[in-house]
C-alpha cells in the first residue's frame, strides 16, 4: 500500500513538471531584435534657377478672311439673265465687269419714257426763255441739242438768276429732273458690276432664276489682302500695339510662315470669354480665305524673370525650393501664362525649385532630389 501511494506521488509531480515546462514555453516569447523604423523621404525633381530678361510670345488662332469682301444682295426684281456660267465660285472678274444681269425690259422702257416726257417740259419752256430770260436761252438751248432718251441725263445748266429759278420751279423741271435721276439710278441696279478686280467664292443663284429685292447673290472676294481675326487674355492685350509684326504659320506645316502686322486692336473685352480681339494684316498669294491660322506675336521682355512649369505653382504665388533637404515655399509674382510653363520673377539666382510637385508635399517635409533627368 504504501509503494502504491509513492508512485502515484512520483506521477503527479512529473505531471506537474510538464505543465510548469509547458506554461514557461507558452507564455515566455522568444526574444527578437526591435528593428528600427527608417523615416520615409520622397524623391523630387527640380531646376536651377537662372534669371534672365525673357520675351513674351502672344499665341492665338483664327480664320482668315479677305480684307476686302462683298456680299452681294439684290435691290430689284426680276430675272437672271444668261451668262454663259460666269457667275460661278471660282471664276474671277476684272474691276468693272459684269456679275450678273437682271432683265429690265419693262424698268428700261419706263426710263425711256420719262425723258421723253422729261424732253417735252423742257421744250415747252423754251419760248419763255427766249423771251423773258435771253442771257440764259443759250445755255439751256444746247442742254436741250445734247439730251437724248438713249442716254443718262446731264446736269442741269447752272442759273445765275432767282427769278429764273421760281420759274423753273412753277414748271416742276426740277422734280422731273431729280424724278429721271432716281430712275435711272435704280435701273443701273439691274446690272452688277465688279468693284474691283477679284474672285467670286460663292454664287447663290442661276440663269433663269425670279431675283426679289434682299436676296443674297453670292460673295465676291480680293485674294490678295488678308485678315485674321484672333483673340487673346484681357492681361495679355495690354502687351499689343498697333503695327507689330506677328508670326503666321499653318498648323502641320511648320514651314509655311507668313508675316503680317497688328491692324487694328478692339478696346472692349468679351463679357462671356473675357478674352479681347485684335486682327492681322497679311499678303500672300498663297493665302485663301478660310484657312486656320497660327498667330505668334512678340510682345515685350520680362527682366530679371524665369520660365517654370506650371504645374510646380501653388496657388500661382509660391513655389517650393529645396534647403537644407527640406522644402521651403518661396513667393513669386506671375508675370505670364504660356500652355505648359509661367514666366516668374522674384526668384534667387542659383535656387533650387521644384518642376513637379509631390502628392501632400508641405513646408518642412524632407525629400531628396532626383540627379539623373525628370
Not at 516569447?29 to 502672344?58: A, L
Not at 465688279?194 to 460673295?219: C, D, M
Not at 495679355?236 to 510662315?257: C, F
Not at 497688328?262 to 473675357?274: C, F, G, T, W
Request: charged content about 20%; hydrophobic content about 40%.
Amino acid at each position: 500500500m504504501k509503494k502504491r501511494q509513492l508512485i502515484i506521488i512520483a506521477v503527479a509531480l512529473a505531471i506537474l513538471a510538464i505543465g510548469i515546462v509547458v506554461k514557461n514555453a507558452i507564455s515566455t516569447p522568444k526574444e527578437r531584435s526591435i528593428s528600427q523604423i527608417k523615416e520615409k523621404v520622397t524623391t523630387v525633381f527640380t531646376t536651377i534657377v537662372k534669371n534672365d530678361s525673357i520675351p513674351i510670345y502672344v499665341e492665338s488662332t483664327g480664320i482668315l478672311e479677305a480684307e476686302k469682301r462683298i456680299e452681294l444682295y439684290s435691290e430689284v426684281q426680276g430675272i437672271m439673265e444668261a451668262d454663259n456660267g460666269r457667275f460661278k465660285a471660282g471664276n474671277s472678274f476684272q474691276k468693272g465687269e459684269l456679275l450678273i444681269r437682271i432683265r429690265s425690259n419693262d424698268q428700261q422702257a419706263q426710263l425711256y419714257a420719262q425723258r421723253s416726257s422729261f424732253q417735252t417740259g423742257l421744250m415747252a419752256i423754251m419760248p419763255d426763255l427766249k423771251a423773258d430770260y435771253p442771257d440764259e436761252f443759250d445755255s439751256w438751248n444746247n442742254y436741250m441739242k445734247s439730251f437724248s432718251v438713249e442716254k443718262f441725263v446731264q446736269n442741269l445748266p447752272k442759273v445765275q438768276s432767282d427769278k429764273l429759278e421760281s420759274f423753273l420751279v412753277g414748271r416742276a423741271v426740277y422734280s422731273s429732273y431729280h424724278a429721271l435721276k432716281n430712275l435711272e439710278i435704280i435701273n443701273g441696279k439691274y446690272n452688277l458690276t465688279a468693284p474691283y478686280s477679284g474672285v467670286l467664292i460663292t454664287a447663290s443663284v442661276n440663269p433663269g432664276t425670279v431675283i426679289r429685292p434682299g436676296q443674297a447673290l453670292g460673295t465676291f472676294i480680293q485674294p490678295l489682302n488678308y485678315e485674321l481675326e484672333t483673340s487673346t487674355g484681357a492681361l495679355t492685350a495690354e502687351r499689343l500695339s498697333l503695327g507689330q509684326s506677328v508670326e503666321l504659320s499653318l498648323q502641320g506645316m511648320p514651314d509655311k510662315l507668313w508675316k503680317g502686322k497688328i491692324s487694328r486692336l478692339v478696346k472692349a473685352i468679351d463679357k462671356s470669354s473675357q478674352m479681347s480681339t485684335f486682327f492681322v494684316s497679311v499678303k500672300g498669294t498663297d493665302l485663301k480665305e478660310g484657312m486656320f491660322l497660327q498667330a505668334k506675336v512678340k510682345a515685350n521682355d520680362v527682366p530679371n524673370a524665369f520660365e517654370i512649369s506650371r504645374a510646380s505653382l501653388i496657388d500661382n504665388q509660391h513655389v517650393y525650393a529645396v534647403e537644407n533637404s527640406m522644402l521651403v515655399l518661396r513667393p513669386v509674382q506671375t508675370a505670364y501664362f504660356n500652355q505648359s510653363t509661367a514666366i516668374v520673377s522674384g526668384l534667387k539666382e542659383g535656387e533650387v525649385v521644384l518642376t513637379k510637385v509631390p502628392p501632400a508635399a508641405f513646408e518642412g517635409m524632407k525629400v531628396i532630389v532626383y540627379k539623373g533627368k525628370p
